[in-house]
């Protein structure tokens, strides 16, 4: 009796273990790539200084993600960061994976003056995290730029690339025409119509409509390398692409954002119309 119940302990004890191991590896972002950049040219400066001034730096973006903000940039004793959490997600998952960012960059990409290792990125399919000792902030980076897909090719003769190439650019004119954001997400029949694709597009928001558009067409350049996979993305600094056969986005927990800036009130004596 007395190996029994203590065999029916170690049972539940070991039950526990495994729940919680479980419960840890769900709240983990799923990790895509991460890309460490060496620019040995650059004049040096204190290892000591730089290394402190990313550290500040990754500590604020962690804190500000906690404020419930999906999208950052900040500076710090000459080094750049941002973080951008991918538009449809909740603003724990936003904090929890911008929190594990910031650890694991520095862990896969040591920061070196005297190496020239002064700028990395690392993507996840929740966020994404980059920063540098050179100012990028407003500016179009598509490099470096990762590719992913699918390994099965599709079957269907009119999907590859009517289907993607259409439902992806409806998607990018939604982006940088009406969602402050610069992200769009949804789904659109193709071929015959029974038939679903998914997709998403997303710049930083420290671009602008033009440059954001701008980074997605470079993107799409690319396009006829991949539209035989039922399913791709293309990520890259300024801006990402998904397009697959399966949903892998809920708009039914946008993270917390800014409101667009009102309207201009009209002139007096001048008509408005509403829209419906």
């Given amino acids: 009796m007395f190996f029994l119940h203590n065999s029916r302990a170690f049972l539940f004890l070991l039950l526990a273990v495994c729940t919680s191991i479980s419960s840890i590896n769900s709240l983990l972002p799923t990790y895509n790539d991460h890309s460490c950049l060496n620019r040995p040219n650059q004049i040096a400066i204190s290892s000591y200084i730089s290394n402190q001034s990313l550290a500040t730096l990754l500590d604020s973006l962690s804190t500000k993600a906690s404020q419930?903000?999906?999208?950052?940039?900040?500076?710090?004793g000459g080094i750049y960061g941002l973080f951008l959490c991918r538009g449809d997600v909740s603003n724990d998952t936003c904090r929890d994976c911008?929190?594990?960012?910031?650890?694991?960059?520095?862990?896969?990409?040591?920061?070196?003056?005297?190496?020239?290792?002064?700028?990395?990125?690392?993507?996840?399919?929740?966020?994404?995290?980059?920063?540098?000792?050179?100012?990028?902030?407003?500016?179009?980076?598509?490099?470096?730029?990762?590719?992913?897909?699918?390994?099965?090719?599709?079957?269907?003769?009119?999907?590859?690339?009517?289907?993607?190439?259409?439902?992806?650019?409806a998607l990018l004119d939604a982006a940088v025409e009406t969602d402050h954001m610069l992200f769009k997400a949804d789904k659109k029949a193709v071929g015959d119509g029974t038939q679903l694709r998914y997709g998403l597009v997303q710049c930083t928001r420290d671009l602008n409509a033009t440059t954001c558009r701008k980074c997605f067409n470079y993107l799409m350049t690319y396009f006829e390398q991949l539209q035989n996979r039922i399913g791709w993305r293309i990520l890259a600094p300024s801006c990402s692409i998904r397009?697959?056969?399966?949903?892998?986005?809920?708009?039914?927990?946008?993270?917390?954002?800014?409101?667009?800036?009102?309207?201009?009130?009209?002139?007096p004596g001048v008509s408005r119309a509403l829209s419906p």
Avoid at 68 to 76: L, P, T
Avoid at 129 to 134: E, G, N
Avoid at 139 to 163: C, I, L, R
Wanted: hydrophobic share 25%; aromatic share 16%.
């Fill in 68 to 76: 419930s903000n999906s999208f950052y940039n900040d500076s710090n």
């Fill in 98 to 169: 911008v929190n594990y960012a910031t650890k694991e960059i520095r862990s896969r990409c040591e920061f070196n003056v005297l190496a020239g290792n002064r700028s990395a990125i690392i993507w996840y399919d929740e966020c994404m995290l980059r920063y540098s000792d050179s100012n990028f902030f407003g500016e179009v980076q598509t490099e470096p730029k990762e590719f992913m897909w699918n390994a099965e090719n599709t079957t269907s003769g009119v999907d590859p690339y009517y289907g993607a190439k259409h439902t992806i650019y």
């Fill in 243 to 267: 397009y697959e056969n399966y949903r892998f986005f809920d708009l039914q927990s946008e993270a917390t954002q800014p409101p667009p800036p009102p309207p201009t009130p009209p002139a």
